[in-house]
């Protein structure tokens, strides 16, 4: 009902907008079969999320016991590799200037590392094609122009700020190419991924 009222009727609320996305994307998800009392959340994955300054507050620490924290007894084990976090900083750098509107620096990376580089490292035809050629026919693939165009409408309704931006300009799309085939090494995954699956020989 609200995909066909939106049409003819500005609600004025962006609030109402976003929750009709999340359940339009957690609806398929869900399962309602009538021999269960619950709903099924199983397919439920979550994959990133975003923290909100909700402003400052007072933790009122004056008042009532003082509970202590135990300190820290030795360094922390985990920790991201320094090649990694030199290429997020890089896709980050080239990504700034291409979208606009309240981004934030992680909704772009996830957009372009996870959502948009995630889809196209889906695509049979392109991991074959980074299997058996080398970087530069690759970038000169339309497959790979397509498939960067396709993965653009499937990341829509969750990501419909950037997504629209991106749809709206070639260059944009050709910018974007330019980080996926440099910071966020799409030819490269592929071509891992398309060795290591033993795929067959393609001109």
């Not at 609806?27 to 869900?30: A, E, N, S, Y």
């Given at each position: 009902m609200y995909t066909f009222l939106s049409q003819i009727f500005d609600y004025g609320n962006t609030e109402i907008e976003k929750r009709f996305i999340f359940y339009k994307v957690l609806?398929?998800?869900?399962d309602f079969s009538s021999e269960r009392t619950t709903i099924d959340f199983s397919q439920v994955v979550l994959t990133h999320h975003a923290l909100k300054d909700k402003g400052k507050q007072g933790l009122n620490l004056g008042i009532g016991p003082n509970p202590t924290l135990q300190p820290l007894t030795e360094t922390g084990s985990g920790s991201v590799q320094e090649k990694e976090k030199a290429l997020?900083?890089?896709i980050i750098a080239k990504v700034n200037d291409l979208f606009e509107g309240e981004l934030t620096e992680d909704d772009k990376l996830v957009y372009v590392n996870d959502v948009?580089?995630?889809k196209l490292l889906e695509s049979e035809l392109l991991m074959q094609q980074a299997a058996n050629?080398?970087?530069?026919?690759?970038?000169n693939s339309p497959d790979l122009t397509n498939g960067i165009l396709?993965?653009?409408?499937?990341?829509?309704?969750?990501?419909?700020?950037?997504?629209?931006?991106?749809?709206?300009?070639?260059?944009?799309?050709?910018?974007?190419?330019?980080?996926?085939?440099?910071?966020?090494?799409?030819?490269?995954?592929?071509?891992?991924?398309?060795?290591?699956?033993?795929?067959?020989?393609?001109?």
């Open positions: 609806w398929p998800l869900l997020l900083r890089e948009i580089k995630g050629n080398t970087k530069e026919q690759f970038a396709y993965a653009i409408m499937d990341a829509l309704a969750a990501h419909s700020t950037m997504s629209k931006q991106a749809l709206e300009s070639e260059k944009l799309r050709n910018d974007l190419k330019d980080v996926l085939l440099g910071p966020a090494q799409l030819y490269e995954s592929l071509r891992a991924k398309g060795v290591s699956s033993g795929q067959d020989v393609v001109g």
